[in-house]
């Protein structure tokens, strides 16, 4: 049995090409058993149809597939209708967020937090399904404080929560942190990890500074030193993303979860390496 708990994210593709391209990913890393797989849902209505597709194809293959929902900008009719839906398809495993307005979208909607989210599912639809919210061992980018964020966390795990998954995160030792200081406000629910596989400094960069995640200086430092040379990137990404897990799972994690942008071999190979 394997002990460590993998999971993968996906997003739902726009094409019929990018379709093609996540049924060979999902080929490659179900040999890995993945004990879920995710995929993420666009705020403002962008993807909400390509969520539940998705869900579908991968649910046809027998893979529990979980599909994120967040609550900004909808109403309470819109997110019951969504419910209904994967009730309906059989689906029972969810990632409850609150997402964020895509620029010049200016209505918050009738839930303003994740936490009022998972009171709303668990209202409507009790325990039929598996909650699955978002941590950030190095804070959320708006929080007012990090013992704000940690009790706003624990408020969102008080409400119904099953499981988290956090922000990836390049620094171990703040996960450890995180991890035991929000244990200490009653939260006892299992915290994923999430890691994000280095292969592409740019868009990595880009994305820390959206999500708030540091790169740590000696990381940015080589990965900005290999210039265009992207199997550099890759190589070194590899060894510092392995070490990162390795150090995880030696701590004890109970799984990984994995932002796969839609790729296979950087995650596979971590898990590979792993001997997971
Ligand atoms: P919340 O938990 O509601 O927190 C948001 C902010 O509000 C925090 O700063 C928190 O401290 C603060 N807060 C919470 N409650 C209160 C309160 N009662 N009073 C005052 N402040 C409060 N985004 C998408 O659009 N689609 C996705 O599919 C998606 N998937 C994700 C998956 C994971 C695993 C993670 C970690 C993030 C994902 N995101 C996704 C991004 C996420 O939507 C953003 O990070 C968003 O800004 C916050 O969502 P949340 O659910 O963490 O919000």
């Known amino acids: 049995m394997n002990p460590i708990e993998l999971s993968f994210e996906f997003f739902p593709p726009k094409t019929q090409e990018g379709v093609e391209k996540l049924r060979a990913t999902r080929a490659q890393l179900v040999p890995l058993k ?5 995929v993420t849902f666009g705020a403002g209505g962008s993807t909400q149809q390509g969520t539940l597709d998705t869900v579908l194809d991968i649910a046809k293959d027998g893979i529990e597939a979980a599909p994120h929902l967040s609550c900004i900008g909808s109403s309470k009719e819109s997110l019951r209708a969504i419910l ?3 009730r309906e ?3 029972r495993h969810i990632v409850a967020l609150r997402g964020d307005l895509p620029s010049g979208m ?3 909607g009738e839930l303003r937090y994740a936490s009022e989210l998972v009171s709303f599912i668990r209202n409507e639809t ?8 978002a941590a950030y061992p190095e804070y959320h980018p708006q929080s007012r404080s990090p013992r704000q964020d940690m009790e706003n966390f624990a408020r969102k795990v008080k409400a119904g929560a099953n499981s988290a998954i956090t922000q990836y995160f390049f620094n171990a030792d703040a996960y450890f942190r995180f991890v035991d200081d929000v244990r200490k406000l009653g939260v006892d629910v299992p915290i994923v990890p999430g890691i994000m596989p280095i292969t592409n400094f740019s868009q990595l960069t880009r994305f820390s500074e959206m999500c708030g995640a540091e790169i740590p200086r000696w990381v940015a430092r080589r990965l900005e030193s290999f210039g265009d040379d992207r199997e550099a990137i890759r190589a070194f990404g590899l ?7 390795r150090r995880l799972v030696d701590a004890g994690v109970p799984g990984l979860h994995f932002y796969t942008l839609n790729a296979a071999t950087a995650s596979k190979a971590i898990c590979e390496r792993l001997g997971l």
Do not use: H, M
């Open 106 to 108: 200016g209505e918050v």
């Open 239 to 245: 060894d510092v993303v392995t070490d990162l897990c």
């Open 89 to 91: 398809s059989g689906i």
């Open 84 to 86: 209904n839906r994967y």
């Open 126 to 133: 009790g325990d039929w399904f598996r909650i699955e919210v």
């Open 34 to 38: 993945p004990k879920f797989v995710s």
